[in-house]
């Protein structure tokens, strides 16, 4: 599959402080990627690399087969790009100020259509500020996609946003991306990277540290699943089968940490049946989240990182 964004070996050094150390990093056309990682980490060095406002220090970096430390005007309209907070002209209508971006692009997306697909067509005709601020945020998408690039850099594009909010935003990017587009999101969201992403990468003090589909990254599916249920009636008073993992109770519930778990429920739910029990109450299975996961890959001594 052809490739967006592909760079090898990237370094980022200010004086004698390497904000990047050599990331290696590949992304698909049509890929929605989420890059995590902590406050200094490196993300915003890292994107504004790719995005063509920082020069690199060492390295190779492609985006859209063009390196974005010397790539054109024409190459620049390519790409749409989304910062974290951005000051829009509040005596201006959201039609008037998507208009008027839309004539910086040789090719752009209809301006109605760029304010539908953000869900802003009654809005069309208010000043920006008026607007609120998950409305705000939206014309900042739509500015970001006015250009219909091939490439959208998203910056923490719900920070601020309440719950209903956000999931109406992540509702704009999957439409974006349905259109085959790429997307490159950065955000201290672990439920948004995991909802969104066909992959996420976690940088830490630089470097990459994993790298996968939100399910498997840091060998999240092979860790230990937990299984939970309660003891009643005939359960409680018949003892345990034989199971592959280490058993505990917590009052009148067990709990069991297996790297099986299939096969630990198939012999569980055996058991209850020949107790009599066609289910085991209050049944819970979980695996580690996304976000034990990153807690776990960026731990280290607490000295705080440096950098962007």
Same mark, same amino acid.
């Given at each position: 599959m052809p490739?967006?964004?592909?760079?090898?070996s990237?370094r980022?050094?200010y #004086?004698?402080?390497?904000?990047?150390?050599?990331?290696?990093?590949?992304? $698909?056309?049509?890929e &929605?990627?989420?890059?995590?990682?902590?406050?200094?980490?490196?993300?915003?060095t890292?994107?504004?690399v790719l995005?063509?406002?920082?020069? =690199?220090?060492?390295?190779?970096?492609r985006?859209?087969?063009? $390196?974005?430390g010397? %790539?054109?005007s024409?190459?620049?309209?390519r790409?749409?790009? &989304?910062?974290?907070?951005?000051?829009?002209?509040?005596?201006?209508?959201?039609?008037?100020i &998507?208009?008027?971006f839309?004539?910086?692009?040789p090719?752009?997306?209809?301006?109605?259509?760029?304010?539908?697909? &953000?869900g802003?067509?009654?809005?069309a005709?208010?000043?920006?500020g008026k607007?609120?601020?998950g409305?705000?945020?939206?014309?900042?998408l %739509?500015?970001?996609?006015?250009?219909?690039p091939?490439?959208?850099?998203?910056?923490?594009?719900?920070?601020?946003?309440?719950p209903?909010? =956000? =999931?109406?935003l992540?509702?704009i990017?999957?439409e974006?991306?349905?259109l085959?587009?790429?997307?490159?999101?950065?955000?201290?969201?672990?439920?948004?990277?995991?909802?969104?992403?066909?992959?996420v990468?976690?940088?830490d003090? #630089?470097?990459?540290?994993?790298? #996968?589909?939100p %399910?498997t990254?840091?060998?999240? /599916?092979?860790?230990?699943?937990?299984?939970?249920?309660?003891l009643?009636?005939?359960?409680?008073?018949t003892?345990l089968?034989?199971?592959?993992?280490?058993?505990t109770h917590? #009052?009148? =519930?067990?709990?069991?940490?297996?790297v099986?778990?299939?096969?630990t429920?198939r012999?569980?739910?055996?058991?209850?049946?020949e107790?009599?029990?066609p289910?085991?109450?209050?049944?819970?299975?979980?695996?580690p989240?996304?976000? /034990?996961?990153y807690?776990?890959?960026?731990?280290?001594?607490?000295?705080?990182?440096e950098?962007?």
């Open positions: 490739t967006a964004i592909s760079v090898q990237l980022k050094s #004086g004698s402080f390497e904000a990047l150390r050599g990331v290696d990093l590949e992304i $698909d056309r049509g &929605v990627f989420s890059l995590l990682g902590p406050n200094g980490a490196g993300k915003t890292f994107v504004e995005e063509g406002y920082r020069a =690199r220090t060492a390295g190779d970096a985006v859209l087969d063009a $390196d974005p010397s %790539a054109g024409a190459w620049k309209a790409i749409g790009i &989304v910062p974290q907070s951005t000051t829009l002209f509040d005596e201006l209508t959201v039609r008037e &998507v208009t008027h839309a004539g910086f692009y090719a752009p997306l209809n301006p109605a259509r760029a304010i539908s697909m &953000v802003l067509d009654e809005k005709d208010a000043r920006c607007l609120s601020g409305q705000k945020r939206r014309v900042d %739509a500015l970001g996609m006015i250009g219909d091939e490439l959208l850099f998203l910056d923490e594009p719900t920070t601020g946003l309440d209903e909010g =956000r =999931r109406q992540w509702g990017v999957r974006f991306a349905a085959g587009k790429t997307v490159l999101l950065t955000t201290h969201y672990l439920d948004e990277a995991e909802a969104l992403s066909d992959r990468g976690i940088i003090r #630089g470097a990459l540290v994993a790298l #996968g589909p %399910a990254v840091g060998g999240r /599916d092979r860790e230990r699943s937990i299984i939970r249920f309660g009643r009636g005939p359960l409680a008073t003892t089968p034989e199971i592959s993992g280490e058993l917590e #009052g009148q =519930r067990v709990v069991i940490s297996t099986h778990p299939a096969a429920l012999v569980l739910l055996a058991w209850a049946d107790c009599g029990e289910e085991l109450p209050a049944l819970t299975v979980s695996r989240s996304l976000e /034990d996961v807690l776990t890959l960026i731990a280290h001594d607490g000295t705080p990182g950098g962007a």
